[in-house]
């Protein structure tokens, strides 16, 4: 079974705003990127989508398009950039301003925050423990 992908909500900005800036389609990135970033984290396809679709998603986006820079196949830095996220550690700093506790790696905490973020507003509820 695979991994279920939701569509950008914010096409100008985030993650697909990012690559429409960019020679790779940003169609092709998105779902590359979310399936990805789904098989790292365990977030839900929701959460993954709101963090595509935020200004972290956004760097993310160009930290691909740097990779790519480079002659790396779109596939590969995806991946490396997920790798190193997933290495990052959220610091004192983005746990004082995000509320994501420190020390937990930077992709996931941020993906788990957009859960928390999406937790407040109008929509499905997520119930999920994100740390």
Known sequence: MGIF?????????G??????????DPSVAW?????A?????GCPAECIRTFLDSGKGRLFAEGVIEHMSTNIALKT??????KRWMHLKIGSR????????AGVPYLK????????EADTGEGRKHHAQPF
Not at 37 to 41: E, Q
């Open 109 to 116: 905490g941020f993906v788990c925050h957009c859960e928390l």
């Open 94 to 101: 983005d746990e004082r301003v995000y509320g994501v506790p």
């Open 77 to 82: 830095a995806v991946d490396a950039v997920v």
């Open 31 to 35: 779902p590359l990127a979310s399936e």
């Open 15 to 24: 993650f697909y705003g990012a690559f429409s800036h960019h020679d790779t």
């Open 5 to 13: 992908i939701l569509e950008t909500q914010n096409p100008t900005w």
């Open 37 to 41: 970033i789904a098989k790292a984290t």
